[in-house]
């Protein structure tokens, strides 16, 4: 299993500026996934991040708004700009094993005011 | 296109057997995933079912029928520690990820 960590745990931000959510993972990994959840709601897949290419969007989520960064098989940056109130969330990154095992990191809890 | 259908709520006692269901249309199909989240929690996994069939894990065990586009999770003596979260998640043939459903709430009474 892996063990994932992601930083901040929480943040609050004003709106029109941007925050960046870093995930690390302990093993090295082909695809990591950035989900966003709102409290009581489903996992939204936002987009799939692999090593040397750049990452596939859902629909609905752009790389203006979205930016992701994936320098490594361990680690990936996800940055939410210009961020508006609609943008408060949990931000969850994932990798998934050769076992079709998702494991998740503890998520980031962002408030935009 | 895809769509998920699984029950938003349910309420069952301790030591009670519960079953909750998930029907799926995906393009291109894998496996179905079940994941469990606790309030504040991140989800976790549970159970991979590729091939039809049950898979027995302790007291949690998951059923596919792929001709069918079903499944289902089948939670046996229930503890209040179950209340949780549940989501079935189809993988589908894109790069393998994962679709989740809305989740099925479960409240376990004493």
């Known amino acids: 299993s892996a063990v994932i960590s992601q930083k901040p745990s929480r943040d609050i931000c004003q709106r029109g500026t941007s925050l960046t959510i870093q995930c690390q993972v302990d093993?090295?990994?082909?695809?990591m996934f950035w989900y966003r959840q709102q409290p009581g709601q489903s996992l939204t897949l936002i987009a799939t991040a692999n090593q040397g290419s750049e990452a596939t969007y859902e629909s609905g989520f752009v790389i203006d708004k979205f930016p992701i960064s994936r320098p490594n098989l361990t680690f990936s940056t996800l940055t939410v700009s210009n961020m508006s109130p609609e943008d408060s969330s949990i931000y969850l990154c994932?990798?998934?094993?050769?076992?079709?095992?998702?494991?998740f990191g503890p998520g980031t809890r962002l408030t935009v005011t | 296109g895809q769509s998920l259908e699984q029950p938003s709520e349910v309420t069952a006692v301790e030591g009670a057997i519960v079953q909750i269901n998930c029907t799926y249309q995906?393009?291109?199909?894998?496996?179905l995933s079940w994941y469990q989240q606790h309030d504040g929690g991140a989800p976790t996994f549970l159970s991979y079912?590729?091939?039809?069939g049950l898979e027995e894990t302790g007291r949690f065990s998951s059923f596919l029928s792929r001709s069918d586009s079903y499944g289902y999770l089948l939670l046996q003596e229930l503890q209040m520690k179950d209340s949780a979260s549940y989501f079935c998640?189809?993988?589908?043939?894109?790069?393998?990820?994962?679709?989740f459903g809305d989740g099925t709430t479960l409240t376990v009474k004493p």
């Open positions: 093993s090295q990994v082909t695809m």
């Open positions: 998640a189809p993988e589908g043939t894109n790069a393998g990820k994962s679709t």
């Open positions: 994932s990798v998934e094993d050769t076992g079709h095992e998702q494991y």
């Open positions: 995906t393009s291109g199909f894998y496996g």
């Open positions: 079912n590729a091939l039809d």
